[in-house]
């Protein structure tokens, strides 16, 4: 019985540890697959600061030019953050 919930302890803690439940996300804005926060990027491209991308490739949008805009309803000007969304396996903006 005991060696029965360690092991239900031990899994409990993985499953908690990569199961993050963010309250909204969107996927504007972002690209790649990931499994965990450290692979996406917040990369700022172009110029205006309005044009960031989250994504685990950032060589693939380096030198991309954009318009010198600011955009407003970007993720990041929402109060959203670059993250791995978990459930998704995707790069993606997060609160």
């Known amino acids: 019985m005991a060696a029965f919930a360690l092991i239900f302890v031990l899994c409990a803690c ?16 972002s690209d790649g697959s990931c499994s965990s926060n450290s692979e996406c990027q ?22 991309m030019m954009s318009t ?7 993720p990041s000007q929402q109060g959203f953050r670059c993250a791995c969304v978990l459930k998704e396996k995707k790069c993606g903006w997060v609160k």
């Not at 993985?14 to 804005?29: G, R, V």
């Not at 010198?68 to 970007?74: G, K, T």
Request: net charge negative; glycine share 12%.
């Open 68 to 74: 010198c805009e600011i955009v407003e309803n970007h």
């Open 14 to 29: 993985s499953i908690s540890q990569t199961s993050k439940d963010y309250k909204s996300f969107t996927f504007e804005w």
């Open 42 to 63: 917040a990369f700022e491209y172009g110029c205006g600061g309005g044009h960031i991308m989250c994504t685990n490739d950032t060589a693939k949008w380096k030198g």
